[in-house]
């Protein structure tokens, strides 16, 4: 179960694929509009009405864009989910009345636990981002690099509070629905986490390392990469990049921007003041790029393109931070909201990144210095190339079924 954007959801098409090669029927409930992300996969889906997109683009989410700091982006992003919980929330029930275990994602868990308590039905966390609280980094969700050991823990647990204060509605009529008793915002987290619940999260520790305060049971296994149907990409862009040397992906997925027009123009010019071509990819935020040296793509998988890139252009979501790694390719992040300053952050220290270009404050000159240094210094490329030869060999899928097969 999980809920959000495109990335919020790709990772659990490949997760799913393993676990249904190992013998389980699995079905992915997400918003219906990423359907076709599971055909080929042997996973089964069943819809959400909600559609993440129409709510980024309508008056609502557009305010995020005029959010000057991370806590207000966070407030309203906040606001705007615990709109559309009670929308959900009767689908997630429907879903969980057929299964035996629970899979939550983090966007989801505490209306996920309510459900799978009521229906006693087990539980387990398959988290994207390192969401406990931790002395060892502020929360992701912030964009706030670290405010300190004890700033940061107190932080976590804010942000899980404000998490929880979404769902509080839903599932305090969850339970009454199944007759457990009534149980606060603070009490429901703490009777969670005496119920200690597996967490599973799907990035490598090589990228970040499991926090050492962490209790047991938060194990941090690996990347759970996208199902991929296809295995070729479409003939004309394979024509433009043979017919010169490795562009640039540019990309924001499903991030918005306020003036996709000015933002695509600023990019080319970016791209070519570098000496550089460029496959910019429409997303969300309805980019593009025109020219002989530019090639304009809708969804791709990014498995088969970024291999083939002088180096990766993106907003740092969780999802394409970790195709980028894959791929081992450098990286200039432009962060739009939430977690991806955080995702940006961890790309520089890895050492595949020159630096971020955010959003707030984006100029073509920045783009293009980040540009130059990211192709011209051999040092990005050769700690993106060691980095991806390292992540080949973790299976992040195997911890989630072992505990699986525990249960069974």
Not at 329 to 346: C, K, L, N, S, Y
């Amino acid at each position: 179960m999980t809920a959000g954007s495109r990335g919020d959801a790709a990772p659990y098409t490949g997760l799913g694929h393993g676990l249904v090669r190992a013998g389980h029927e699995v079905t992915l409930v997400t918003h219906a509009r990423f359907e076709p992300l599971v055909a080929g996969s042997g996973v089964a889906f069943h819809a959400l009405a909600v559609d993440p997109r129409a709510e980024l683009e309508s008056e609502r989410g557009q305010g995020l864009h005029r959010s000057s700091t991370g806590a207000g982006k966070l407030y309203r992003a906040v606001e705007m989910a615990r709109s559309l919980v009670g929308r959900m929330a009767g689908e997630l029930v429907s879903a969980a009345r057929a299964a035996d275990v629970l899979l939550l994602a983090g966007t989801v868990a505490p209306l996920g636990h309510a459900i799978g308590r009521g229906l006693s039905v087990p539980t387990l966390g398959v988290n994207l981002q390192p969401l406990a609280p931790t002395r060892e980094f502020a929360p992701p969700m912030t964009g706030v690099r670290s405010w300190g050991p004890v700033g940061n823990r107190v932080a976590g647990h804010a942000v899980n509070a404000a998490v929880d204060w979404i769902f509080r509605e839903e599932v305090r009529r969850l339970r009454t629905r199944y007759g457990l008793p009534p149980l606060g915002r603070a009490g429901a987290r703490r009777a969670r986490e005496r119920q200690a619940p597996p967490v599973f999260h799907g990035f490598s520790p090589r990228v970040v390392p499991r926090p050492g305060d962490w209790r047991a049971g938060l194990d941090v296994t690996g990347y759970w990469w996208p199902y991929d149907r296809e295995d070729r990409l479409p003939s004309a862009l394979l024509e433009f990049l043979d017919a010169g040397p490795p562009p640039v992906f540019v990309g924001l997925g499903s991030a918005t921007v306020p003036d996709a027009g000015r933002m695509s123009d600023e990019i080319v010019r970016a791209l070519r003041a570098a000496g550089l071509r460029g496959v910019v990819q429409r997303g969300w935020g309805d980019l593009r790029g025109e020219g002989e040296d530019m090639f304009t793509v809708g969804e791709v998988p990014h498995s088969l393109l970024f291999p083939r890139m002088a180096a990766v252009v993106h907003h740092a979501g969780a999802g394409t931070t970790a195709a980028g790694l894959r791929a081992g390719v450098p990286a200039v992040p432009v962060p739009v909201q939430f977690d991806e300053g955080f995702w940006a952050a961890r790309l520089v220290a890895l050492g595949v990144s020159p630096g971020a270009v955010p959003l707030r404050g984006f100029t073509p000159a920045a783009l293009e210095a980040a540009l130059r240094r990211a192709t011209t210094d051999p040092s990005y490329a050769r700690r993106a190339g060691v980095l991806a030869r390292e992540l080949r060999g973790e299976d992040g899928v195997r911890p989630v079924l072992t505990a699986l097969d525990r249960l069974a």
